[in-house]
């Protein structure tokens, strides 16, 4: 797959309808840089750097709270995941995972999720990084799909995002559906206050969606295994359910 076309396209927002190549045997791809969760200091400085300077572009106010690493780094239920170039160990993006297993999640504090979200088990994604590199734009995407990955496996049920246009578009590219719809933009406490539009992904049904759509990321997503992706976190802060055990084998297999 043309992953510099995967990510225009996306880019751009997807067309209504668009052509899907092939399905491809399951194969294992090798990227030029890897993505691992977090599970030391030195590698949480450099998603830290990662994250100040990346805010520092685009938000200039918030970046400046973004110096240092945050309670929810270390906290329970959560974990950075870290993308490093293969080649000299450069930190390429950085994305932060909440889950709502010890407590509520971040956007939680800014807004009341809908009721059919209730009693599940949700992740939040927050502090998506990515340098200018050429390499920007995969490296955003196989970060959401490590994300998707650490979702799969432990269990959640939805993944929940707040965005800021362009991302935005992205991430309706993807599938995601709009928690409110019709509504406008919520002002996010987490996120210095801007407003963001609060996008949803049901984890169980993933595949199906995304083939049923034709989507183009079908097969880099589900049939295509990247050993340069690793989200395994320690137990104590993701603690693993037979149903996140049965999901990991099969994506493993």
Not at 38 to 62: F, M, N, T
Not at 157 to 167: E, H, K, Y
Not at 216 to 224: G, K, S
Request: charged letters at 25%; one cysteine or more; hydrophobic letters at 45%.
């Amino acid at each position: 797959m043309d992953a510099r076309l995967t990510m225009e396209t996306l880019g751009a927002g997807l067309p209504a309808e668009f052509a899907m190549p092939a399905r491809m045997a399951d194969r294992v791809e090798r990227l030029p840089f890897t993505i691992r969760a977090v599970s030391d200091h030195e590698r949480l400085q450099k998603a830290v750097s990662v994250r100040y300077r990346a805010y520092g572009r685009h938000v200039p106010g918030l970046a400046e709270l973004l110096r240092a690493p945050e309670p929810n780094d270390t906290a329970a239920g959560c974990v950075v995941l870290l993308a490093e170039s293969r080649l000299d160990g450069e930190p390429l993006g950085t994305m932060r995972i909440q889950t709502n297993r010890f407590r509520p999640l971040a956007i939680e504090a800014s807004t009341t999720l809908p009721a059919h979200l209730a009693g599940c088990t949700l992740a939040e994604a927050t502090r998506l990084a990515v340098t200018q590199e050429r390499t920007g734009r995969l490296v955003k995407t196989m970060l959401f799909k490590a994300f998707w990955m650490y979702c799969a496996e432990e269990g959640i049920d939805w993944m929940v995002i707040g965005a800021r246009s362009p991302l935005d578009r992205m991430y309706a590219g993807l599938l995601f559906a709009d928690l409110f719809p019709g509504e406008p933009p919520v002002a996010l406490k987490h996120a210095g206050d801007l407003p963001h539009r609060i996008l949803g992904f049901e984890v169980d049904t993933a595949e199906e969606r995304w083939q049923a759509a034709r989507h183009p990321l079908f097969d880099l997503f589900v049939h295509t295994r990247h050993p340069d992706i690793s989200v395994a976190v320690e137990a104590s802060r993701a603690p693993a359910t037979a149903r996140a055990t049965e999901r990991h084998a099969a994506l493993a297999a």
